[in-house]
């Protein structure tokens, strides 16, 4: 269909591409033309790679509705989104939101095993169907699993988001034989690959594994031997590797510690808790180590970028880095924010709920088709 605009289709690109989302959005209805255009593979892409930043944030809490946090504005609006689970209320009470892959988020009720991929700027969400039985299961055609850890990504060569989950399946005689199992966006269904025995997994960052490097990666520790390692799994080959963790002395404890992906590398952020007496007095510390591995897979060039040190007695809790922010919710209510390489400090008395997490908030086009199973 020939176009309908005054302007060429290259102008009228980028015209559109310095608009925000919902502006964009508002355009498909001006033609059939617009709206293609819009939607094409070409423009989503393009509008990605220019990697807008902003300000705001979104708040995952640990009940409640979601709410967007402006960093520069200094307040904290709800987020008006329809829950992806048709049978809940309009909020989020009892879900939990990760970290975005180009503007689309994971959703998990944790308590009823059931996942959801959303996109806040389109309002679009896909909801997933359970993990399909095995042949010759029972009758119920959903595989009795035990599932711990989760996983969402991007391959970028089959241009397929994919949803990775790790269980154990509660019938196998193998002890702790684990398994992945891959939900394909692309192609709207699921396949398991085998994974291997024996390996026990930490708990951490709420069992979600970290997007970086084209692989999800988790903190899980051997039943062979002492401490833990990263389990990276690589969303194009869908194979898995350890990664070591950085080489300290036996005086550096690792007794809290969260994967986080910094400016498009692994990181790590080390949680210490140390009593200490001063003039008679018991007075918590607390210090929180950020460390960057500058180049993936490669142990030796593990560094620590900076180190947080609270000494006022009330300590604090890691909620997440965003845009070269490092956030924790202090022990008084209040949240603070220390910029990792200027190291100046922002405070904000404005959280007035439990929040579990504080994540990047991604504008993107990606679209996400709905499905109901």
Same mark, same amino acid.
């Given at each position: %269909?020939?176009?309908?605009?005054?302007?060429?289709?290259?102008? %009228?690109?980028?015209?559109?591409?310095?608009?925000?989302?919902?502006?964009?959005?508002?355009?498909?209805?001006?033609?059939?033309?617009?709206?293609?255009?819009?939607?094409?593979?070409?423009?989503?892409?393009?509008?990605?790679?220019?990697?807008?930043?902003?300000?705001?944030?979104?708040?995952?809490?640990?009940?409640?509705?979601?709410?967007?946090?402006?960093?520069?504005? $200094?307040?904290? /609006?709800?987020?008006?989104?329809? =829950?992806?689970?048709? @049978? /809940?209320?309009?909020?989020?009470?009892?879900?939990?939101?990760?970290?975005?892959?180009?503007?689309?988020?994971?959703?998990?009720?944790?308590?009823?095993?059931?996942?959801?991929?959303?996109?806040? =700027?389109?309002?679009?969400?896909?909801?997933? !169907?359970?993990?399909? =039985?095995?042949?010759?299961?029972? @009758?119920? $055609?959903?595989?009795?699993?035990?599932?711990?850890?989760?996983?969402?990504?991007?391959?970028?060569?089959?241009?397929?988001?994919?949803?990775?989950?790790?269980?154990?399946?509660?019938?196998?005689?193998? !002890?702790?034989?684990?398994?992945?199992?891959?939900?394909?966006? +692309?192609?709207?269904? *699921?396949? =398991?690959?085998?994974? *291997?025995?024996?390996?026990?997994?930490?708990?951490?960052?709420?069992?979600?594994?970290?997007?970086?490097?084209?692989?999800?990666?988790?903190?899980?520790?051997?039943?062979?031997? !002492? $401490?833990?390692?990263?389990?990276?799994?690589?969303?194009?080959?869908?194979?898995?590797?350890?990664?070591?963790?950085?080489?300290? $002395?036996? /005086?550096?404890?690792?007794?809290?510690?969260?994967?986080?992906?910094?400016?498009?590398?692994?990181?790590?952020?080390?949680?210490?808790?140390?009593?200490?007496?001063?003039?008679?007095?018991?007075?918590?510390?607390?210090?929180?180590?950020?460390?960057? %591995?500058?180049?993936?897979?490669?142990?030796?060039?593990?560094?620590?970028?900076?180190?947080?040190?609270? +000494?006022?007695?009330?300590?604090?809790?890691?909620?997440?880095?965003?845009?070269?922010?490092?956030?924790?919710?202090?022990?008084?209510?209040? %949240?603070?924010?220390?910029?990792?390489?200027?190291?100046?400090?922002?405070?904000?008395?404005?959280?007035?709920?439990?929040?579990?997490?504080?994540?990047?908030?991604?504008? +993107?086009?990606?679209?996400?088709?709905?499905?109901?199973?």
């Amino acid at each position: %269909m020939a176009s309908t605009s005054i302007f060429p289709d290259e102008i %009228m690109t980028e015209i559109l591409l310095k608009l925000p989302v919902k502006s964009i959005l508002r355009c498909k209805t001006l033609s059939k033309h617009h709206n293609s255009l819009i939607h094409s593979q070409f423009f989503i892409r393009r509008h990605l790679s220019l990697g807008r930043l902003n300000d705001k944030s979104i708040v995952s809490p640990i009940q409640g509705s979601v709410h967007l946090f402006d960093r520069r504005g $200094g307040h904290i /609006e709800v987020l008006q989104v329809q =829950s992806p689970f048709a @049978d /809940e209320s309009s909020n989020y009470h009892g879900h939990v939101v990760y970290d975005p892959v180009e503007g689309l988020y994971l959703v998990i009720e944790p308590m009823k095993d059931r996942f959801a991929v959303w996109n806040p =700027s389109t309002r679009e969400h896909l909801l997933l !169907p359970p993990v399909p =039985s095995e042949e010759n299961s029972s @009758d119920t $055609g959903i595989r009795d699993l035990q599932c711990f850890a989760y996983g969402f990504g991007y391959d970028d060569i089959t241009n397929d988001y994919k949803f990775v989950l790790i269980s154990e399946d509660v019938d196998v005689v193998a !002890p702790n034989a684990k398994s992945f199992n891959i939900f394909s966006v +692309s192609k709207g269904e *699921w396949r =398991s690959i085998e994974g *291997w025995s024996g390996v026990v997994p930490l708990h951490i960052n709420f069992g979600i594994g970290v997007f970086v490097h084209g692989a999800c990666h988790w903190e899980y520790a051997s039943s062979g031997r !002492p $401490g833990f390692t990263i389990l990276a799994f690589d969303m194009l080959t869908e194979s898995h590797r350890f990664i070591a963790l950085p080489t300290v $002395g036996d /005086e550096y404890v690792w007794s809290d510690a969260f994967i986080v992906s910094f400016n498009g590398c692994l990181g790590l952020v080390n949680e210490q808790i140390e009593n200490r007496v001063e003039n008679n007095m018991t007075v918590l510390f607390s210090s929180f180590d950020v460390w960057v %591995m500058a180049e993936y897979g490669v142990t030796e060039s593990w560094k620590i970028l900076h180190r947080i040190l609270l +000494s006022d007695g009330i300590g604090g809790r890691y909620l997440g880095i965003v845009r070269g922010r490092f956030y924790i919710r202090k022990g008084d209510g209040c %949240m603070v924010s220390y910029d990792l390489y200027s190291k100046d400090e922002e405070r904000y008395d404005i959280l007035d709920t439990e929040v579990r997490s504080l994540l990047p908030y991604e504008e +993107s086009l990606v679209r996400i088709i709905k499905s109901v199973y």
